[in-house]
C-alpha cells in the first residue's frame, strides 16, 4: 500500500495507470475501504473509478457500489451510471437516491430508474415538482401535445408553473402542438 501511495505522491499523472492496475489486481489483499480511502486521498476520481470500474461487477460491498456510482456521476459517465441501477442489487438505494437528488443531474434518468426500480415513485414525484427546470417548459408542453393530451390539462399545468420561461418557444411549441 505504501509504494502505491508514494507513486502517487511522487507523479500521480504518471503513475496512476499502474496503480489502478495494482489496486486492482490486489484488491482483495488490501481491501476495498482502504483503497478507496488512497484514491480519494489523493483526490483522483478518475483513478478510484478505473479501479472501482474493474471491481464492482464481482463486488457485494455496497460502500464501493456506492463510491463507483458517485465517481461515475463526477466523471460524466451516466450511461454507466444507469447500467449499475438496472443490474446490481449491491447498492443502497435509499442513499443512491438521495445522492442523485443532491447532484441535480441535467438528465434525471438515473433518479428515475433508482425510484422505478425500488418503488419509490412518489418521492420522484414529489422531487420534480419541487424543483422544475423552468427552462424545460416549452418541451414538456410540446411533448404533451404531442401525445394528445387535452387542451385544458396543459393550460392548467401551464398555469401552475411560476417563474420566467421562454415565451417565445412556449409559442412555437403551442402552435406547432395545435396547428
Not at 463486488?59 to 456506492?66: L, V
Not at 451516466?78 to 438521495?98: A, D, G, L, T
Not at 428515475?112 to 427552462?135: E, K, S
Request: glycine share 6%.
Amino acid at each position: 500500500m505504501a509504494c502505491m501511495q508514494e507513486m502517487l505522491r511522487v507523479n500521480i499523472r504518471q503513475n496512476l495507470h499502474i496503480v489502478t492496475q495494482i489496486a486492482t489486481k490486489y484488491s482483495d489483499v488490501f481491501g476495498p475501504v482502504k483503497l478507496i480511502e488512497m484514491f480519494e486521498s489523493f483526490k483522483t476520481f478518475e483513478g478510484l473509478y478505473y479501479y472501482l470500474g474493474s471491481i464492482v461487477n464481482l463486488s457485494e460491498d455496497s460502500e464501493a457500489h456506492f463510491k463507483y456510482i458517485q465517481t461515475a456521476t463526477r466523471t460524466g459517465q451516466i450511461q454507466e451510471v444507469e447500467h449499475i441501477f438496472r443490474e446490481s442489487n449491491f447498492y443502497n438505494p435509499e442513499k443512491v437516491k438521495n445522492f442523485l437528488k443532491e447532484a441535480k443531474l441535467s438528465d434525471q434518468l438515473p433518479l428515475i430508474i433508482v425510484c422505478d426500480r425500488f418503488d419509490f415513485v412518489h418521492n420522484l414525484v414529489l422531487y420534480l415538482y419541487q424543483t422544475p427546470n423552468l427552462l424545460r417548459t416549452p418541451q414538456v408542453v410540446g411533448e404533451l401535445l404531442d401525445v394528445d393530451c387535452d387542451e385544458t390539462t396543459t393550460k392548467g399545468l401551464l398555469a401552475s408553473v411560476m417563474g420566467n420561461f421562454p415565451i417565445d418557444e412556449l409559442v412555437h411549441e403551442w402552435s406547432r402542438g395545435t396547428g
